[in-house]
């Protein structure tokens, strides 16, 4: 079932001529797609399901795959899911969280050829770097902070993890950027005198922040070890910036 819906997908968006080909970049993108709609929505139906969370897939992709997968690409999936899937059928059962992991898993090889060695600024407990159970666990990280920073109102954390990881920076430098550091329109951030590409929606998350002085993240170290362990605590795993 899922790697029908993967490999369909992949034409339907080939026929409508919205990519040239059929690339692994591709078929690894629908992958996590399907990762952050089972996760997310795993509660819900399929007519309910949205766009909204696919920011989490160009981030990671613009990483792994050193290639922008645009949100407009990303979210034709979601006409796709509902046009071949029950409406009123549960996520859980059309799109299983675990056959979707699986599948992922069972392209490896093939996938691993197109995806960067990366070195984290993090470190995440029990997470083989080189295998894509990075990836699953990327899903699960960034998924995870987008509901941390609704429930305890933290405004920075998703912000400054989701920098740390596409500039692959450390947290300390992380620190001292800078609002002219930023440059959203061109999707860069320059630390430490380097420019480092990221993706748009960082850029727009960074844009709708409020300004409070020349530092993009008022915070200090102190308020980065409380998220490692509020991160570690809720997720299950222990998660640390290195």
Request: glycine share 4%.
């Amino acid at each position: 079932m899922i790697a029908s819906l993967v490999d369909g997908y992949v034409r339907y968006l080939t026929r409508k001529r919205l990519v040239l080909k059929p690339t692994s970049t591709l078929t690894y993108a629908t992958l996590l797609s399907l990762k952050v709609i089972s996760s997310k929505f795993a509660n819900d139906h399929i007519r309910e399901i949205s766009p909204d969370p696919l920011w989490v897939v160009e981030s990671i992709t613009h990483v792994r795959a050193r290639e922008r997968v645009g949100r407009a690409l990303l979210e034709e999936i979601v006409q796709y899911l509902t046009e071949r899937l029950p409406a009123d059928a549960p996520v859980k059962d059309v799109i299983p969280e675990v056959e979707v992991e699986a599948e992922l898993m069972a392209r490896g090889e093939g996938l691993l050829q197109v995806l960067q060695d990366v070195s984290l600024p993090f470190e995440i407990d029990g997470t083989n770097e080189a295998s894509l159970e990075l990836d699953l666990r990327l899903t699960e990280l960034f998924l995870l902070l987008e509901d941390l920073s609704r429930k305890y109102d933290e405004r920075y954390l998703k912000p400054f993890v989701v920098t740390c990881f596409e500039t692959l920076s450390d947290y300390i430098d992380v620190l001292e950027l800078r609002w002219d550091h930023v440059d959203p329109v061109r999707c860069q951030i320059t630390v430490r005198g380097r420019r480092r590409p990221i993706s748009k929606s960082l850029a727009q998350e960074l844009m709708e922040m409020p300004r409070r002085g020349d530092s993009v993240f008022p915070i200090t170290s102190v308020d980065v070890a409380r998220w490692e362990r509020k991160i570690s605590r809720e997720w299950g795993r222990e998660f640390r910036f290195l």
